[in-house]
Antibody, heavy 123, light 113 residues
Framework: QVQLVESGGGVAQPGRSLRLSCAASGFTFTDYGMHWVRQAPGKGLEWVAIISNDGRNKYYADFVKGRFTISRDNSKNTLYLQMNSLRAEDTALYYC????????????????WGQGTLVTVSS | DIVVTQSPDSLAASLGERATINCKSSQSVLDSSNNKNFLAWYQQKPGQPPKLLIYWASTREFGVPDRFSGSGSGTDFTLTISSLQAEDVAVYFCQQYYGIPLTFGGGTKVEIK
């Protein structure tokens, strides 16, 4: 069965960095693009970034461009999100999610989600 | 960016009643080359991650009860729960995946009256 397990969240001061990881199992990791999606406490869902199955194509939400970097290590079945220059408004539960396959246009819906890892940005 | 607007923000219906949630995108999410609408619906129960219910606007994900159905095309979409069950209490989100950035609706909270 598909499993996605996020880690790396915690408390960080504004301006500092964190790296999130997402360990994937139960499917052929190299066949699927992957998302990061976040949810601030009590709020809705906010898409952050997507990476293609081979890691060549990456797309970001405007609010993280230049600060966050999505990457993957297909030899380790692991997805990453490097978060730099953190701001208070980045406080959220960060989910990794598997795409449903190839949908065209570099994006796709998310058919499996992890439980999330909480990032709190506070001084 | 494609703005996705859901309505209502919340609804309460009796067990067994029909519940309808609307989703409107600021531009068409229909790809005319394959006649597919790049629109998905998710269910999120308290303390849980979202769960995919519907993709391509009307294709039910494997294992999703058939009381859930999606319809619509272009810019206007609907999620219908034909007979509301207690386990359907959740927040429901629509999402367009036609354009970057992918965008979600604000969510609709469904409760039992």
């Amino acid at each position: 069965q598909v499993q996605l397990v996020e880690s790396g969240g915690g408390v960080a001061q504004p301006g500092r960095s964190l790296r999130l990881s997402c360990a994937a199992s139960g499917f052929t990791f190299t066949d699927y693009g992957m998302h990061w999606v976040r949810q601030a406490p009590g709020k809705g869902l906010e898409w952050v970034a997507i990476i293609s199955n081979d890691g060549r194509n990456k797309y970001y939400a405007d609010f993280v461009k230049g600060r966050f970097t999505i990457s993957r290590d297909n030899s380790k079945n692991t997805l990453y999100l490097q978060m730099n220059s953190l701001r208070a408004e980045d406080t959220a539960l960060y989910y990794c999610a598997k795409t449903g396959g190839y949908c065209g246009g570099g994006t796709c819906y998310a058919n499996y989600w992890g439980q999330g890892t909480l990032v709190t940005v506070s001084s | 960016d494609i703005v996705v607007t859901q309505s209502p923000d919340s609804l309460a219906a009796s067990l067994g009643e029909r519940a309808t949630i609307n989703c409107k995108s600021s531009q068409s999410v229909l790809d005319s080359s394959n006649n597919k609408n790049f629109l998905a619906w998710y269910q999120q129960k308290p303390g849980q991650p979202p769960k995919l219910l519907i993709y391509w606007a009307s294709t039910r994900e494997f294992g999703v009860p058939d009381r859930f159905s999606g319809s619509g095309s272009g810019t206007d979409f609907t999620l219908t729960i034909s007979s509301l069950q207690a386990e359907d209490v959740a927040v429901y989100f629509c999402q367009q995946y036609y354009g970057i950035p992918l965008t979600f609706g604000g969510g609709t909270k469904v409760e039992i009256k």
